[in-house]
């Protein structure tokens, strides 16, 4: 495949490179090479190669074991929040059911403050 100087030029932008137009024939031959061996690679047969062991085979893999401890800590936060929530959630409904105007007055406070805080 033969790149042209137009996509050395989008590359390079979306790769945020600045390339002078005299360094720009220089990528452009260069680009192409590697992306002629990249082909040439791709179509070499590989049928007859033994796939490579593991190279973890035999060692402790502790990164699962930190992944699988950190996911277990964020789900018991979640669960905690939650009950948290709950918990905030049942405390405002009774306040709500024991004292309804203030309440009222509270939330009237509130809705002036953002009012003007958006204006």
Request: aromatic share 2%; no cysteine.
């Amino acid at each position: 495949m033969t790149l042209t100087r137009r996509d050395v030029e989008n590359i390079a932008h979306l790769a945020r490179l600045r390339i002078d137009d005299q360094e720009l024939p220089v990528y452009v031959g260069s680009l192409s090479r590697i992306l002629e061996f990249v082909e040439q690679l791709g179509s070499a047969s590989t049928d007859e190669v033994e796939p490579m062991a593991h190279p973890l085979e035999d060692q402790v893999q502790r990164l699962q074991e930190a992944a699988h401890s950190a996911s277990d800590a964020v789900r018991s936060q979640v669960h905690h929040a939650r009950e948290v929530g709950d918990e905030w959630t049942e405390s405002l409904r009774g306040s709500v059911r024991n004292h309804p105007l203030a309440a009222v007055a509270t939330a009237l406070a509130i809705g002036a403050v953002i009012a003007r805080l958006t204006r």
